[in-house]
């Protein structure tokens, strides 16, 4: 009985195997983009793109760094009449313009310019630190 045990363990060795990735290749095509990130011309053209439309729109949304840079921002806004706003729940607002999940937060200026509107704000943008204001609005550094 040992015997066959030991023969049977040395033919299992010596059939042929294939390694994995020979067995189940991935396309190269799938892989490739893992990691690869955007180039800096990339992200040139989706800002310059982005600047074509409103600032805090879905379109533009106002790029921050998590959340604390969102609260960070939001405390820093002004009404036209120099106050601050009112600034209600954040809710999730979609897909923005690079790629991230907005923040969809209400915005409540009362009878002072802008009056109410809904800012859109993508916390996932860790290297930029918005200065500009949307419009209707001041903002304090």
Known sequence: MPILSIALALAAAAAPQKAPREQSPV???VVAP??????DDEIARQIAAADAHPLGTAA????????????AYLAGLRCGDGKSPQIGAARQG???????????????????????VELNVDQYQEE??????????QLRR
């Open 27 to 29: 396309p190269r095509e």
């Open 34 to 39: 893992i990691g690869a990130g955007n180039s």
């Open 128 to 137: 930029h630190k918005e200065t500009r204001p949307p419009a209707g609005f």
């Open 94 to 116: 979609g897909v923005g313009a690079f790629g991230s999940l907005l923040q969809l937060y209400p915005i409540d200026c009362g009878s002072a310019a802008p009056g109410r």
């Open 60 to 71: 533009n949304p106002i790029r921050v760094g998590g959340p604390e840079g969102a609260r």
